[in-house]
């Protein structure tokens, strides 16, 4: 389901990962190398969804020409709140939010089965409480390297984060 790569523990950036969008194609995540990314698990059916979609659709508009890009992984893990295709993901996430940002395959963000780009951006950054992923809209931000800077719960707002960003897309790489 989603992601596909080799183990995530010989990788040493976020670059070197291959996942799929939400029509099945394969995209190689080398192609945002020197881009800053906000690596998000998300939901539609959340009641976090109305206002981290906002917020991140705001923060991509905002800091996109300037080299950042969130990239958006539907997940089925909490609840059940992503009952549908990883399509109809993408379309929810591009209509009712207007999302111009990538909306990739839904995957599994924990667990044996868990999308090796997640497995990578947990062993990272894990939280104070393991590297387990509690919740819809956890949040990874990660440098121009492919490098993970930053791992932001739930309940932090995308733009209270625009510090970080900020910070991060003034690094040199």
């Known amino acids: 389901m989603g992601a596909s790569s080799s183990s995530s523990v010989s990788e040493k950036s976020i670059h070197q990962f291959t996942v799929k969008d939400s029509s099945g194609k394969e995209v190689d995540l080398s192609v945002y190398q020197g881009k800053v990314l ?6 539609s059916k959340c009641g976090f969804t109305e206002s981290n979609y906002t917020q991140l659709t705001e923060l991509y508009r ?3 020409d300037q080299g950042f890009v969130v990239l958006a992984f539907p997940c089925n893990q909490f609840l059940s709140q ?26 599994r963000v924990n667990g ?19 590297s387990r992923i509690k919740w819809n809209f956890t949040k990874f931000l990660v440098g121009k390297d492919g490098q993970v800077i930053d791992r932001y719960g739930t309940t932090v ?17």
């Not at 999308?115 to 947990?122: E, G, Q, W």
């Not at 707002?157 to 790489?173: G, N, V």
């Open 38 to 43: 906000l690596v998000v698990n998300v939901a």
């Open 62 to 64: 905002k800091y996109k």
């Open 82 to 107: 992503e009952p549908g295709t990883s399509e109809e993901a993408h379309q929810f996430a591009c209509t009712r939010f207007k999302a111009e940002y990538p909306v990739f395959q839904k995957v």
């Open 112 to 130: 044996q089965n868990a999308a090796p780009v997640y497995k990578f951006l947990k062993s990272k950054k894990p939280s104070f409480l393991g």
């Open 157 to 173: 707002s995308p733009l209270s984060i625009q510090k970080d960003i900020e910070k991060a897309l003034a690094q040199e790489l």
